[in-house]
């Protein structure tokens, strides 16, 4: 791991800029802007943690100092997943300058954090601290979006291995499991023991039945959902889909999830605090990383447990 660190200005807070090598790798002349703008605006100490307990290490003795992240959604996840560890994820808002692909930063544009290095590094500087919800399972992780079950099982992710030294790449491919095997010919059938390539009717969010055609290759998975044990599906009707979602925008930081369960003929919608998945062994994807398999899971919103800085507009608290 190495560090270093400027004088104090005597302006805003002091910082600790985490740096996922990724960032560095992928994008090295965003990461210099940003490191160039922090340091002129205020006392920063620069970090990039290549393993874990270097990353435990280094908020631990952090001090006063509020951490930024300067790399994907992936490096905030998992900074947020120490401090949530440490039982400090309340402490200090936390600051990022998204760098990375656009599909690696799909968190950081809905919750508002601009897109230009320069921007985001003044909104670090000069913003205020929103408060968010987090999603936070039974298993210690966390995610910031939200979480996806399908019945075909997890997706591996296809691309260049650019980030394998990355802290937060290590960790997820340590995490992900093997692709669960589909649910066998037939266990996808509707109510009228039609495969799923039949096309079948589904109750919409208007209450209406609406017409749908199953996406091709899609298969159905035995589980048991509850939402603030209220049962929205049991394993004796198969499920495509269940989606967990953090709501953005002016909706965010209420404390509830919006849930959708696909199931073949039906689509149901709901909002709760909390969710429970059980079933013979699934996998998911939080915040698009594949983790599992697993036989059971709960995931509970944790209201306003974290902030981030943001710039500073009319609707900032």
Same mark, same amino acid.
């Given at each position: ?10 302006? +805003? !807070? ?7 090598? %990724? ?13 160039? #703008? ?5 006392? #920063? ?16 003795? @952090? ?10 959604? /992936?490096? /905030?996840?998992? #900074?947020?997943? *120490?401090?949530?560890?440490?039982? !400090? ?9 998204? $760098?990375?692909? &656009?599909?690696?930063?799909? =968190?950081?544009? =809905? ?7 320069? =921007?985001?590094?003044?909104? #670090? ?9 987090? /999603? ?13 079950? *399908? ?6 992710? $296809? ?12 960790? %997820?491919? =340590? ?6 095997? +589909? !649910? ?26 609406? @017409?749908? !055609? &199953? ?23 198969? $499920?495509?889909? $269940?989606?967990?979602?953090?709501? *953005? ?16 003929? %039906? ?6 605090? *909390?969710?429970?998945?059980?079933? @013979? ?29 943001? +710039? ?6």
């Amino acid at each position: 791991m190495s560090s270093l660190s400027t004088p104090a200005t005597g302006g +805003p !807070e002091p910082l600790l800029l985490l740096l996922d090598p %990724a960032a560095r790798q992928s994008d090295g002349e965003s990461v210099r802007i940003a490191k160039d #703008v922090l340091s002129g605006g205020t006392d #920063v100490k620069v970090a990039c943690p290549e393993t874990p307990s270097e990353l435990d290490r280094v908020l631990s003795h @952090r001090g006063r100092r509020r951490p930024v992240v300067i790399g994907s959604d /992936l490096a /905030l996840q998992r #900074v947020l997943q *120490s401090l949530y560890r440490q039982r !400090e994820l309340g402490a200090d808002p936390v600051g990022l300058v998204p $760098v990375g692909r &656009p599909e690696e930063l799909a =968190a950081a544009r =809905a919750l508002g954090v601009p897109g230009a290095p320069v =921007a985001a590094a003044r909104a #670090v500087l000069t913003g205020a601290a929103r408060k968010l919800d987090l /999603l936070v399972d039974d298993g210690g992780g966390v995610a910031l979006g939200g979480v996806r079950i *399908s019945g075909g099982g997890t997706r591996r992710a $296809v691309g260049r291995p650019g980030g394998w030294r990355s802290l937060w790449a290590k960790l %997820a491919a =340590a995490e992900q499991a093997t692709a669960l095997t +589909p !649910e066998p010919a037939g266990a996808g059938a509707g109510p009228d023991g039609a495969g799923g390539s039949t096309r079948t009717g589904r109750t919409g969010p208007s209450g209406r039945t609406e @017409r749908v !055609e &199953p996406a091709r290759g899609e298969h159905s998975a035995r589980l048991r959902v509850e939402a603030d044990g209220r049962l929205l599906a049991d394993v004796h009707r198969p $499920v495509r889909v $269940v989606q967990v979602t953090l709501p *953005s925008g002016a909706a965010a930081g209420e404390g509830v999830m919006e849930i959708v369960v696909r199931a073949p003929g %039906a689509l149901l919608r709901a909002r709760a605090a *909390s969710i429970s998945v059980a079933g @013979r062994g699934f996998g998911y994807e939080a915040d698009g990383r594949p983790v599992g398999p697993v036989r059971a899971r709960t995931w509970t919103v944790h209201a306003g447990c974290w902030g981030l800085l943001l +710039p500073v507009t009319q609707d900032t608290p």
